[in-house]
Nanobody, 111 residues
Framework: QVQLVESGGGLVQAGGSLRLSCAAS????????MGWYRQAPGKQRELVAT???????MYADSVKGRFTISRDNAKNMVHLQMNSLKPEDTAVYYC?????WGQGTQVTVSS
């Protein structure tokens, strides 16, 4: 069993920044990627970014150049630095590891 707890969401104006964090505990698979997904009202959950244990990253086209995912393997944490936020980034952001999901953290970007 793995527990994932997100933090760092909130309300920000367009152009602003937020940093999301996810703390993982339990039976973590150190060879599995961790990632961030988001779900806006009325839309399907979508991939935002992933990072492997070795640090290889992948980003959705919509966030490339604005978001940066990072991972601290020693602390079992993953972060998402979000810059130049847009109203369309508004969503609940979820941390993911293998089959496990966090409870989500709300990010709201006002125009």
């Amino acid at each position: 069993q793995v527990q994932l707890v997100e933090s760092g969401g909130g309300l920000v104006q367009a152009g602003g920044s937020l940093r999301l964090s996810c703390a993982a505990s339990g039976s973590i698979n150190r060879f599995s990627a961790m990632g961030w997904y988001r779900q806006a009202p009325g839309k399907q959950r979508e991939l935002v970014a992933t990072i492997t244990t070795g640090g290889s990253t992948m980003y959705a086209d919509s966030v490339k150049g604005r978001f940066t995912i990072s991972r601290d393997n020693a602390k079992n944490m993953v972060h998402l630095q979000m810059n130049s936020l847009k109203p369309e980034d508004t969503a609940v952001y979820y941390c993911n590891h293998y089959l496990y999901w966090g409870q989500g953290t709300q990010v709201t970007v006002s125009s």
